[in-house]
Nanobody, 126 residues
Framework: QLQLAESGGGSVQAGGSLRLSCAAS????????MAWFRQAPGKEREGVAL????????VYADSVKGRFTISQDNAKNTVYLQMNSLGHEDSAMYYC???????????????????WGQGTQVTVSS
């Protein structure tokens, strides 16, 4: 099994920054993709950023391009999401997800990821 634990959420003013962390433990061979999703109240969970762990290839949702950066520290089995220029629309519960795909793809659908963390809340105030 693979366990994911997020941290780093909190409250921040608009225009501010936060860095989320996702630590993976257990059988980390069960994943070659890591991603961040978010879900605001009344909305569907949406993919924010994805990283292919072996190549380092990164994909971003259009809504966060240029503001968010996903990165990884393979030695620590940890993935990060640096979020800058935060706006009210970024307020949501953020989830870390892990999955395995035999073929390289850049899609971010929830059903493509078999492992999820508990989530960390991000609240942006004006």
């Amino acid at each position: 099994q693979l366990q994911l634990a997020e941290s780093g959420g909190g409250s921040v003013q608009a225009g501010g920054s936060l860095r989320l962390s996702c630590a993976a433990s257990g059988d980390t061979r069960r994943r070659n993709y890591m991603a961040w999703f978010r879900q605001a109240p009344g909305k569907e969970r949406e993919g924010v950023a994805l990283i292919h762990t072996s190549s380092g290839t990164r994909v971003y949702a259009d809504s966060v391009k240029g503001r968010f950066t996903i990165s990884q520290d393979n030695a620590k089995n940890t993935v990060y999401l640096q979020m800058n220029s935060l706006g009210h629309e970024d307020s949501a519960m953020y989830y870390c997800a892990a999955g395995y795909r035999p073929v390289f793809r850049t899609t971010m659908r929830t059903d493509e990821f078999g492992y999820w963390g508990q989530g960390t809340q991000v609240t942006v105030s004006s």
